[in-house]
Structure formats: structure tokens, C-alpha cells
């Protein structure tokens, strides 16, 4: 299972990697692993400004529904175009072409409360 040394992680399964004042966000290996077959993802809230931990939208897998949530605060800037027709691209590269949305970050000292990979780790291995 990948986990790259160079994102930062929530409890929730989403990473972000941080670009100067902005973010890339998705969910991790492990939890496309966990939904399985993902076949349906709705994101909404492209322009809105949104808390972290907030919902920024909902992917469905064969098995369940999920929401995703922020990792920071900040703006969603950018929904990846790709998801709408074909959403297994998540299944298939979760840290590259399967990303969910770009950010703004308002608040950069909230990337220090993320997990590293390191602590990412432990979680999914708890």
C-alpha cells in the first residue's frame, strides 16, 4: 500500500499536497482499497469557502457512500474534470490522476495538526 513520504494525512483517509499557497486533495490508497469499486463522485462546492474538517463532497463505491472532508481550511479552486467520467481513476491512481479538488489554504499552521506518513502508518496499521 502506498503511502508517499511527501503528502500530509487526516484520520478521515484524505491527503493534501501542498503547492505554495494551495493544496491538491484526495483519499488515500487505503481508502479506495476499503470502498472498493468507486463509481460515483459528487463535489458541489467548487468557489465555496469551507472550514477544515468541513464535507467537500461524496464518493460511492459499490459497497457504501462516503463523505470526504478538508484537510484545511480554504476555497475549493478547482474540481479534477476527470472524475465526472470516470470515477475509478481514484481506484487506479488515488495520488496522481485520481485527485478530487485543489484548494486555497487559508491557514497554513493547520498542516502541522495533519499526520505525516510516518503517523499515517500507525493509523492504518493500528
Not at 472532508?69 to 474534470?81: Q, R
Amino acid at each position: 500500500m502506498q503511502v508517499p513520504s511527501d503528502l500530509k494525512y487526516t484520520k478521515d483517509h484524505e491527503w493534501i499536497r501542498v503547492e505554495g499557497n494551495q493544496g491538491v486533495v484526495g483519499i488515500t490508497d487505503y481508502a479506495q482499497k476499503e470502498l472498493g469499486d468507486i463509481v460515483f463522485i459528487e463535489i458541489e462546492t467548487q468557489g465555496e469557502k469551507l472550514g477544515k474538517e468541513d464535507v467537500f463532497g461524496t464518493i460511492e463505491a459499490v459497497k457504501t457512500v462516503s463523505d470526504m472532508f478538508m484537510p484545511v481550511s480554504g476555497t475549493v479552486l478547482e474540481i479534477n474534470p476527470k472524475l465526472e467520467s470516470s470515477p475509478d481513476i481514484v481506484n487506479k491512481d488515488p495520488f496522481g490522476e485520481g485527485w478530487m479538488i485543489k484548494v486555497s489554504i487559508d491557514d497554513p499552521s493547520e498542516l502541522d495538526t495533519l499526520l505525516d506518513a510516518e503517523g499515517y502508518k500507525k493509523l492504518i496499521n493500528a
